[in-house]
């Protein structure tokens, strides 16, 4: 995915760029709308009864950004806002961050343990002469012979006697120690 915004630049959704052209943004009210809106947040947290949690985490995500937005504009006469409640939040998620990555890891290590097993299982199908395991993803290429045609498990096919007619110049250029050339077009 290409971003117009590389992530090294910071961005802020503040509801005042500029007072006037060629102005400086207007501080003041670009903060109260970041303590507006974290309030609101904190509010709805309080009564919701499903997204309580969406509703913290936002809030907690806008008063970083404030901290940020504070910092960039070195507004060093600004208080952030404290709040008990996004503080418990934010120690909680810092708390609970390598319990959340040990769970991530430990699905990605299930899910590829399914996708090897299911991998497995494919190969034993094509080995058997399975017609629907024609494609595995993944794997090296597998020839089979069924019939008189040459399957591989990448899914081409072609037939026996061409097969034969290729192995048999593979074998004189091996033979020959010399490179094979191609057609020069």
Same mark, same amino acid.
């Given at each position: 995915?290409?971003?117009?915004?590389?992530?090294?630049?910071?961005?802020?959704?503040? /509801?005042?760029?500029?007072?006037?052209?060629?102005?400086? /943004?207007?501080?003041?009210?670009?903060?109260?709308?970041?303590?507006?809106?974290?309030?609101?947040?904190?509010?709805?947290?309080?009564?919701?009864?499903?997204?309580?949690?969406?509703?913290?985490?936002?809030?907690?995500?806008?008063?970083?950004?404030?901290?940020?937005?504070?910092?960039?504009?070195?507004?060093?006469?600004?208080?952030?806002?404290?709040?008990?409640?996004?503080?418990?939040?934010?120690?909680?998620?810092?708390?609970?961050?390598?319990?959340?990555?040990?769970?991530?890891?430990?699905?990605?290590?299930?899910?590829?343990?399914?996708?090897?097993?299911?991998?497995?299982?494919?190969?034993?199908?094509?080995?058997?002469?399975?017609?629907?395991?024609?494609?595995?993803?993944?794997?090296?290429?597998?020839?089979?012979?069924?019939?008189?045609?040459?399957?591989? +498990?990448?899914?081409?096919?072609?037939?026996?006697?061409?097969?034969?007619?290729?192995?048999?110049?593979?074998?004189?250029?091996?033979? +020959?120690?010399?490179?094979?050339?191609?057609?020069?077009?």
């Amino acid at each position: 995915m290409v971003r117009a915004i590389p992530p090294a630049v910071p961005v802020f959704r503040v /509801p005042h760029l500029r007072s006037g052209w060629g102005d400086l /943004p207007n501080h003041v009210d670009n903060i109260e709308s970041y303590v507006r809106r974290i309030s609101d947040l904190l509010g709805k947290a309080k009564r919701a009864r499903v997204n309580r949690d969406w509703h913290q985490r936002e809030a907690l995500g806008l008063r970083e950004q404030l901290q940020r937005y504070v910092g960039f504009f070195d507004l060093s006469d600004v208080a952030v806002p404290e709040s008990d409640e996004l503080d418990a939040l934010q120690a909680w998620i810092a708390a609970h961050k390598e319990e959340e990555r040990q769970r991530r890891e430990e699905a990605a290590r299930l899910s590829e343990e399914e996708r090897r097993r299911e991998q497995a299982e494919q190969i034993q199908l094509f080995r058997a002469g399975d017609p629907r395991a024609n494609y595995i993803p993944g794997v090296s290429p597998m020839l089979r012979v069924v019939g008189e045609e040459v399957q591989t +498990s990448l899914g081409a096919r072609f037939p026996v006697s061409h097969a034969r007619l290729g192995l048999a110049l593979v074998r004189r250029v091996r033979e +020959s120690g010399q490179v094979l050339q191609g057609n020069a077009g």
